[in-house]
């Protein structure tokens, strides 16, 4: 059977905020969605099946890090990352640009690509724009990212320029090296810093190059939550109505909700597993630390109103107790209970919007949080 075209389309609008559907090889996604983070293959702490009920559609897998283990090639060999780590579904892998720039040592860019050595062994590495994308068609991601140079925060107009025209070259480099296929496709990432010409320019650049979708990209790397809103306000403008919009490594739930209100569609952050490892639990009451002493006698679930396991079958007491003993239980049920709430916050985003509601339930939700434990 012949797999759809990799399409996206708008089922409804409230203002600037979009429902849509995106059609995958791997099936479809309702959109605006947020992905969660399989960095090395895995969602940390969690089993695939775990990670389908709390309602994700949409995986990423990272190039930097596959490359350096397994290697891509043996991923290929394995009968590739679906397979290998029981996903069927859509997978998007982020090409390792970001994580060259934060993780890598003695990284030194080039306009061939970039060479480094890996955090884990010291081992030399290079990156192009080519075997980024060649990484991820091994891979076999639903979704291929083009390289690019995640510019650093603050930078000057004329170093975000620099970077800005980098990244679009290799752009062009990724965009000839991508394998078109039915179901798969390749996005494009706008950068230009905080600087409304630059974005301007980098999204005109990439619209030319017609990829399947279109990533926001150097943003949330420190220069905070109003700056970005500012920067969203008039840079999604400049992509196209008809194609996805991904706003890379955002966020918080209070940050999902301002960026699907300025047309962002999809969403990744290691937030949600990241906290629910170190004891913190966003719930509809705002962000507990349930190794907080306050927790040591809630017999409460941790959210009345979440259906995960964490909640339905056990306190905010028990939660407590786990993280106090440093039981491998406790993250593993926050990281269930955080992905499911994130996936609980977006699917309330595209019902308003199809209501046509979608300022009120942001109101109501951020009224929610204010609430705190005790509510």
Not at 301 to 320: I, N
């Amino acid at each position: 059977m012949t797999p759809p075209d990799f399409s996206f389309s708008l089922t409804g609008q409230d203002g600037h905020a979009r429902a849509g559907l995106l059609r995958t090889a791997h099936g479809e996604v309702p959109t605006p969605c947020f992905m969660a983070v399989g960095t090395a293959g895995t969602v940390k702490a969690m089993t695939a099946d775990a990670v389908r009920a709390t309602g994700t559609r949409v995986v990423l897998g990272n190039t930097y890090h596959l490359m350096l283990r397994p290697t891509a090639e043996r991923v290929a060999r394995l009968g590739g990352l679906h397979k290998m780590m029981d996903w069927p579904g859509p997978i998007l892998t982020d090409s390792g640009g970001f994580q060259i720039m934060s993780l890598a040592k003695l990284r030194k860019l080039e306009e061939k690509g970039v060479t480094f050595r890996s955090h884990i062994d010291g081992t030399a590495h290079e990156l192009t724009p080519e075997r980024a994308t060649e990484i991820q068609h091994l891979l076999d991601a639903t979704i291929t990212m083009q390289l690019d140079e995640c510019t650093k925060f603050p930078a000057t107009h004329h170093e975000a320029l620099e970077s800005m025209e980098l990244s679009l070259r290799w752009a062009r480099r990724s965009r000839d090296a991508f394998v078109k296929r039915p179901g798969y496709g390749q996005f494009g990432i706008m950068q230009g810093n905080v600087f409304e010409d630059l974005r301007r320019r980098s999204a005109a650049a990439l619209v030319e190059l017609d990829f399947e979708g279109y990533a926001i990209g150097g943003l949330a790397v420190g220069e905070g939550q109003e700056t970005m809103f500012e920067v969203l306000d008039y840079c999604t403008d400049f992509l196209p109505a008809r194609k996805p919009r991904y706003l890379m490594g955002v966020g918080t739930p209070d940050d999902l909700l301002g960026a699907v209100a300025r047309g962002v569609d999809m969403f990744d952050c290691v937030m949600p597993t990241r906290a629910g490892r170190t004891a913190r639990a966003f719930t509809s009451n705002g962000i507990f630390n349930m190794r907080n002493a306050r927790f040591q006698d809630d017999a409460r679930p941790l959210d009345e109103s979440c259906a995960c396991t964490a909640c339905t079958r056990h306190t905010r007491a028990y939660l407590h107790h786990l993280f106090r003993c440093e039981e491998m239980l406790g993250p593993i049920l926050l990281t269930t209970h955080n992905l499911t709430y994130y996936q609980t916050v977006m699917q309330g985003a595209r019902k308003a919007i199809l209501d046509q509601n979608y300022e009120s339930y942001c109101a109501d939700v951020r009224g929610n949080w204010q609430r705190g434990p005790d509510a």
